[in-house]
């Protein structure tokens, strides 16, 4: 069963995207569909739509319609991380790593830790 990730960038360049510090501020959402084996299915540059309108619940919910299994984020305010794991959806922390490509390597070695609500960012700026 295929599994995807989203990644915050502030560019739509694939895997060489460069991640963005924030996943509401990010430009795009650059995301990464796997097999089980961890082989690349697909890489898709999906643009930010914001989330003005129904807050962080519509930035759950762009996210969540991309039907991600997992988000990496290097920032994320407690409001929508709590909304993310109430939805089932696994939220990982790096704040290292400059590129998707290097995120999901880091990712894929078991490196990132579970994104949990005291590492949350208590405002939204970059």
Known sequence: MARTIVFPTDENNGLASLRGAHFGRARYYTVVTLEDNGEIIKVDGIKNTGHTEGGCGGA?????DLGADA????GIGGSPLKGFIQR???VFHDNISVTVQASLAAMSAGRLAAMQPE????????
């Open 88 to 90: 089932g959806l696994n």
């Open 60 to 64: 759950i919910r762009n996210i969540t």
């Open 119 to 126: 590492m949350s960012c208590s405002h939204h700026a970059r």
């Open 71 to 74: 988000l990496v984020v290097a």
